[in-house]
């Protein structure tokens, strides 16, 4: 209860602060944001910003992942739990750490089991170009043990979001949040196929509904 409090405070506060930050925030629905378990999947182009003008652009309160080195200290785990984050490690934070992923999978699927909705970065980081990366495979890996633990009956949605600034760091630029058509993942899954193969597949779909909610210029062409 405290840690809702918190949250929804927050939440508040940085919705009044960016109406003052940006000269213009408009925000899109293809489809209106399903009821139950979420997934929001995004493309990352400013390292803090993002999280923060995803979950200020909806009525829903996700929950974010975010690199676990902050969570080293019991204190920082506290708050950050207050405030809806949950850790996900990489190989820059040392291959040991990585087996810790499957704790966070397992607490994604818990959250997703009670119809909460989870932030999730695809690309992985940010990258500052206008243009998508491939998606990895982290939000798939999520989706998936959520379905195989609830035999297909807990239908969790994939939103892709499209952010797009007109500029990353200057004040009173503009920023676009496109919320698009949910990718229901039991229609994705082929019993037919392997685990990989599925996986594979979702994350091509999400990459298909992701790429026209935002500015992509092909790399090969962006010079």
């Known amino acids: 209860m405290f840690g809702d409090l918190i ?3 927050l939440k508040l506060f940085a919705t009044i602060n960016l109406h003052f930050y940006y000269k213009k925030w408009q925000v899109n629905f293809i489809k209106p944001i399903p009821e139950g378990p979420v997934l929001f999947v995004a493309n990352h182009q400013n390292s803090f910003l993002d999280a923060v003008v995803l979950a200020c652009s909806t009525k829903r309160d996700p929950w974010f992942l975010a690199r676990g080195g902050v969570f080293e200290k ?3 785990r506290k708050v950050l739990g207050w405030l809806r984050m949950a850790p996900v490690y990489r190989f820059r934070d040392g291959f040991s750490t990585l087996r810790k992923n499957d704790e966070t999978i397992t607490k994604c699927v818990s959250l997703l089991e009670k119809g909460e909705s989870i932030l999730i970065f695809g690309e992985g980081n940010h990258n500052d170009k206008y243009y998508l990366r491939s998606l990895q495979k982290g939000f ?20 892709p979001v ?11 630029s503009r920023v676009l949040v496109t919320f698009g058509n949910p990718i229901t993942v039991h229609d994705i899954w082929d019993a037919s196929k392997n685990y990989q ?16 909610l935002m500015l992509h210029i092909d790399p090969h062409a962006y010079d």
């Open 162 to 172: 499209g952010l797009q600034y007109d500029s990353l760091n200057d004040f009173r």
């Open 140 to 159: 798939a890996r999520i989706a998936a043990a959520a379905e195989e633990k609830n035999h297909g009956t807990l239908k969790v949605k994939i939103v």
């Open 197 to 212: 193969e599925n996986l594979d597949a979702l994350i091509q779909k999400t990459e298909e509904h992701l790429k026209p």
């Open 74 to 76: 019991p204190w920082a």
């Open 7 to 9: 949250y929804k405070s």
